[in-house]
């Protein structure tokens, strides 16, 4: 069995309830603040169509400013960092928003002619396939 011996500085009172709100601040901060700097994903559903696929990724709290989707090559990048405001006292907003996520997208997509419209925390992309080229008719020579 072992035996802890708790030695304390002579002439120190210390209060317990400030220990248990250290504690308590300790294990309910930390986290909080790795949360936010970490990436979120939000939610992206993928609907096909008849001449293409609709995209739709739930963004509350973003603007269209705050996105940047881009395409290079088959890969749709879909980002975004929602920055903290000043406030009138000078001093930063702690919370800070970002996310990135890709998809890689069919070789029979129109990159070209992809749209992107956001509304409500809404961003819905339309992405259209290309146009099947009509049956060629050849004509012999003779």
């Known amino acids: 069995?072992?035996?802890?011996?708790?030695?304390?500085?002579?002439?120190?009172?210390?209060?317990?309830?400030?220990?248990?709100?250290?504690?308590?601040?300790?294990?309910?901060?930390?986290?909080?603040?790795?949360?936010m700097k970490e990436t979120r994903k939000p939610k992206v559903n993928v609907h096909q169509e008849e001449n293409g696929l609709k995209m739709t990724v739930e963004l509350p709290g973003f603007g269209p400013e705050d996105l940047d989707i881009q395409v290079k090559e088959n890969l749709l990048t879909i980002k975004a960092l929602n920055q903290p405001d000043i406030s009138e006292e000078g001093k930063e907003e702690e919370r800070t928003a970002a996310f990135e996520r890709s998809f890689v997208l069919p070789e029979d997509f129109n990159r070209d002619a992809i749209e992107a419209e956001m509304k409500n925390g809404l961003l819905t992309l339309v992405l259209p396939k290309k146009e099947k080229p009509a049956p060629l008719s050849i004509k012999i020579k003779g």
Do not use: G, L, Q, Y
């Not at 069995?1 to 930390?30: C, G, L, Q, Y």
């Open 1 to 35: 069995m072992t035996n802890i011996v708790v030695r304390r500085k002579p002439n120190i009172v210390v209060n317990p309830w400030d220990e248990m709100d250290k504690m308590f601040h300790s294990f309910f901060e930390a986290p909080a603040r790795e949360v």
